[in-house]
């Protein structure tokens, strides 16, 4: 049984933050699950350019409103507390924030934790 609370994780090598988010990474590759969950914050005003090319991700959101914008067709989604993206078909996308953004995210395969949007938005793929 794995049992974690979230101020366990902030301040921690499993909080990582950028200029635009906050990412606390609950559950990671080590926990050896298959995937990782991540209590994730995308700061008010900020817009992040994303690609995951190596990874799946499922997108819960908890608090705030935004959108994400998906490149390959144009479309553009509202989301606010209760909407549920996944980027099933590793879509170059747009999030945005219009206030402060709080989602839960899941990935698979799971991350390790050490990872960083690369200059193209993407992390790198999973080795072992």
């Known amino acids: 049984m794995i049992v974690k609370h979230l101020n366990d994780i902030i301040g921690t090598d499993a909080d990582v933050r950028g200029p635009t988010f906050a990412s606390r990474r609950l559950l990671l590759a080590r926990d050896g699950l298959g995937y990782s969950l991540h209590d994730t914050l995308l700061h008010a005003g900020e817009e992040t350019y994303i690609w995951y090319a190596n990874h799946l991700e499922s997108v819960y959101c908890i608090e705030g409103t935004g959108e994400i914008e998906d490149l ?42 050490e990872e960083v949007h690369d200059e193209q938005g993407t992390y790198p793929p999973p080795t072992g």
């Open 72 to 113: 390959d067709n144009g479309v553009t989604h509202p989301i606010s507390p209760g909407t549920l993206y996944v980027l099933d078909g590793h879509e170059k996308h747009y999030l945005r924030a219009f206030s402060d953004l709080r989602c839960v995210c899941v990935f698979t395969p799971a991350l390790t934790g």
